[in-house]
């Protein structure tokens, strides 16, 4: 029994191929977005590609990507399909194209609906691609002048100041690293000495922050140094005051910042992956719609079209036993008397058939 029959008469057919058209067209401008979205995602990651580690971040971009340009191709080319299906005579030439062109583009939109997933379970890789990029930037924030490495300072600089956050997990952070670069040491003061000294690595190690932690908006100056010291500083206690300093973490800043970007880029995806299935569905419609008028012989006639020709349990057994036999079609039985389960030849009674022999000439 066939699944969702709907009957279709010349004027439906030809409403809906022409409607379909104009769809397959409006599916080629979405296809331009995924390809736009990937690109944007692409680019926000590449800008922040210093202070991410390597690892498989860029594979939701690509994926959008690879997508939108698929989505390009094959919506022309099914509004090309669809244009042509409101003619009858036109469809012939389709007609053996139209089942694989429905089963690529089911595959297709398949894509889509991973790719929009993939924008969801992609943050624990980026936290943790992020958590090790941060890392290793502010432990190289001091090297200036190491070729390869001078440029960390500025872009963590920018980074904390753009989006207002202080450190790796947090400000203390800071504490633990020599961010300090020994060109700006006094290794003539004792307390420059002293501090190395109790360092069991040799560290010039301070509890403070650098000026891109400090929070503008503060009415009262930073206090970037001697955080933890209350009596460096007037009328100050670092356990119960607010602190002039970004509180949050680069790391939660920028997960929540691209986390917002993804969550927007896999609402667009879902989106498109249901109009893209609505105009598969329609299409699948159009063609045993038109297939059954061909069969049927009245071009201007009534006809059946549906989204399955049996059941989904039919379906499912048919196809599983045409994988199956897939590769049993170019066996050859060794034991005798069995014939090829896949072949139906009727076997031939040779006994009735006289067939008469010459006889070989003797050499002489």
């Not at 360092?199 to 929070?215: I, Y």
């Not at 069995?338 to 031939?348: F, L």
Request: hydrophobic content about 40%.
């Amino acid at each position: 029994m066939a699944v969702l029959k709907v009957k279709f008469t010349k004027t439906k057919r030809d409403k809906l191929a022409q409607i379909l058209w104009i769809l397959n067209w409006v599916s080629v401008v979405s296809g331009i977005i995924l390809f736009s979205l990937g690109l944007f995602l692409k680019i926000e990651i590449k800008k922040r590609n210093e202070v991410m580690a390597k690892g498989d971040i860029n594979s939701v971009p690509n994926m959008l990507i690879s997508v939108g340009v698929i989505a390009c191709i094959i919506n022309f080319l099914g509004g090309k399909i669809c244009y042509d299906c409101s003619d009858a005579n036109k469809f012939s030439r389709w007609k053996l194209v139209m089942l694989p062109y429905i089963v690529c583009t089911f595959c297709f939109t398949f894509c889509i609906l991973v790719g929009a997933l993939m924008c969801y379970t992609m943050r624990n890789e980026l936290e943790e691609s992020l958590y090790l990029g941060l890392r290793d930037a502010i432990k190289f924030y001091k090297d200036t002048d190491i070729p390869g490495r001078c440029f960390l300072k500025k872009t963590v600089d920018l980074l904390q100041i753009g989006f207002r956050c202080c450190g790796n997990n947090g400000f203390r952070d800071w504490f633990e690293i020599q961010w300090v670069s020994p060109r700006y040491l006094n290794m003539a003061s004792k307390e420059v000495l002293d501090r190395l000294k109790s360092n069991v690595d040799g560290k010039f190690l301070v509890d403070g922050v650098p000026f891109s932690c400090c929070n503008p908006s503060s009415p009262r100056p930073c206090i970037q140094y001697q955080l933890t010291n209350n009596s460096a500083h007037y009328n100050y206690d670092f356990l119960t005051e607010e602190l002039n300093i970004w509180m949050k973490g680069c790391r939660e800043a920028l997960l929540d910042y691209y986390t917002g970007i993804m969550r927007s880029i896999g609402i667009a995806a879902l989106l498109i992956w249901l109009f893209e299935l609505s105009v598969l569905i329609g299409v699948r419609y159009l063609q045993t719609a038109m297939k059954n008028v061909l069969l049927l012989g009245d071009l201007e006639g009534e006809s059946d079209g549906w989204l399955l020709e049996n059941s989904f349990v039919e379906t499912a057994k048919y196809n599983i036993n045409i994988i199956k036999n897939l590769g049993k079609a170019n066996q050859i039985s060794t034991v005798s008397g069995m014939n090829d389960p896949n072949i139906n030849v009727q076997n031939t009674d040779c006994d009735k058939t006289n067939i008469t022999t010459k006889s070989i000439p003797a050499a002489r």
